[in-house]
Antibody, heavy 125, light 113 residues
Framework: EVQLLESGGGLVQPGGSLRLSCAASGFTFSDYAMSWVRQAPGKGLEWVATLSGSGSGRGGSTSYADSVKGRFTISRDNSRNALFLHMNSLRAEDTAVYYC??????????????WGQGTLVTVSS | DIVMTQSPDSLAVSLGERATINCKSSQSVLNSSNKRNYLAWYQQKPGQSPKLLIYWASTREFGVPDRFSGSGSGTDFTLTISSLQAEDVAVYYCQQYSGTPHTFGQGTKLEIK
């Protein structure tokens, strides 16, 4: 069975940095695009970023929401079946549960067919 | 950006009755070359992660009960629950994945009347 386990969330001050990790299992990780989606407390879902199945280190394509572009970086390590989200210059409005998500395809224009349990990021002084 | 608008924001339906949720996109999500609508529906129960119900607008995900169905094309889409069960209480989201950002609708909260 597919499993996605996020870690790395926590409390960080405005302007700070954080790296989220997602350990994947139960499928051929390198074959699929992966995404991060966030949900602010009591709010709806917001797509954050997607990385294609080939991996950014080998020319994999990435896409970002405008709200995080230039501050967040999505990456993957196919040898470790791991997905990452490097978050810099964090703002209060970045406070949310961050979900690691598996796409149903290799390309970035695809639906999400599996979600992790999420990790909470709180940006506050 | 493609804006996704769901209606209604909330809905109360009696057990065994039909529930209908609408989703409208600000531009077409139909790919003219492969004739696919890049539209998915997700269910999020209280305290849980979202779960995929429908993709390509009308393809039911494996294991999803057949009382859930998706329809529509272009800019107008519908999620129908043919006979509401107690376990269907949740917030439902549509999402377009035709172009980035992969925008979600605001969500529709479904409750039992």
């Amino acid at each position: 069975e597919v499993q996605l386990l996020e870690s790395g969330g926590g409390l960080v001050q405005p302007g700070g940095s954080l790296r989220l990790s997602c350990a994947a299992s139960g499928f051929t990780f390198s074959d699929y695009a992966m995404s991060w989606v966030r949900q602010a407390p009591g709010k709806g879902l917001e797509w954050v970023a997607t990385l294609s199945g080939s991996g950014s280190g080998r020319g994999g394509s990435t896409s970002y929401a405008d709200s995080v572009k230039g501050r967040f970086t999505i990456s993957r390590d196919n040898s470790r079946n791991a997905l990452f989200l490097h978050m810099n210059s964090l703002r209060a409005e970045d406070t949310a549960v961050y979900y690691c998500a598996k796409e149903g395809c290799t390309s970035t224009n695809c639906y999400i067919n599996w979600w992790g349990q999420g990790t909470l990021v709180t940006v506050s002084s | 950006d493609i804006v996704m608008t769901q209606s209604p924001d909330s809905l109360a339906v009696s057990l065994g009755e039909r529930a209908t949720i609408n989703c409208k996109s600000s531009q077409s999500v139909l790919n003219s070359s492969n004739k696919r609508n890049y539209l998915a529906w997700y269910q999020q129960k209280p305290g849980q992660s979202p779960k995929l119900l429908i993709y390509w607008a009308s393809t039911r995900e494996f294991g999803v009960p057949d009382r859930f169905s998706g329809s529509g094309s272009g800019t107008d889409f519908t999620l129908t629950i043919s006979s509401l069960q107690a376990e269907d209480v949740a917030v439902y989201y549509c999402q377009q994945y035709s172009g980035t950002p992969h925008t979600f609708g605001q969500g529709t909260k479904l409750e039992i009347k």
